[in-house]
């Protein structure tokens, strides 16, 4: 599924469009559509722990987020190996309307 960047991602200010792909029921990996150097493998962090954040209501508006609407969370996570010494930003969640993407 695609999806449209509406707020940049910070050192990624040209990226513009995204594709999501599920790589198994925990991990997608998301692959600029301009330039298929830029990757990012993302995690579902509500089966890691308990999650939750305040989202802006300018970002709910450029993202015609409601009450009503479908919205996938995923968190960029860095893979290491062993697993163990991976890191995932909690800090910068990404939002995903997959109503209109």
Same mark, same amino acid.
């Not at 989202?55 to 009450?67: N, R, S, T």
């Not at 960029?76 to 997959?98: M, R, Y």
């Given at each position: 599924?695609?999806?449209?960047?509406?707020?940049?991602?910070?050192? *990624?200010?040209? +990226?513009?469009?995204?594709? +999501?792909?599920?790589?198994?029921?925990?991990?997608?990996?998301?692959?600029?559509?301009?330039?298929?150097?830029? $990757? *990012?493998?993302?995690?579902?962090? *509500?089966?890691?722990?308990?999650?939750?954040?305040?989202?802006?209501?300018? #970002?709910?508006?450029?993202?015609?987020?409601?009450?009503? $609407?479908?919205?996938?969370? +995923?968190?960029? #996570?860095?893979?290491?190996?062993?697993?163990?010494? $991976?890191?995932?930003? *909690? #800090?910068?969640? +990404?939002?995903?309307?997959?109503?209109?993407?």
């Amino acid at each position: 599924m695609k999806f449209d960047i509406k707020v940049p991602l910070l050192g *990624f200010d040209d +990226l513009k469009q995204v594709e +999501l792909k599920k790589i198994d029921d925990i991990f997608m990996k998301m692959t600029s559509c301009d330039n298929e150097h830029i $990757s *990012f493998t993302l995690i579902n962090p *509500f089966v890691l722990r308990e999650y939750d954040f305040e989202l802006p209501d300018k #970002v709910k508006e450029l993202l015609e987020i409601d009450e009503k $609407s479908n919205i996938l969370i +995923l968190n960029i #996570v860095v893979t290491q190996i062993p697993i163990e010494n $991976s890191a995932i930003n *909690f #800090v910068g969640p +990404l939002v995903f309307n997959t109503d209109n993407q």
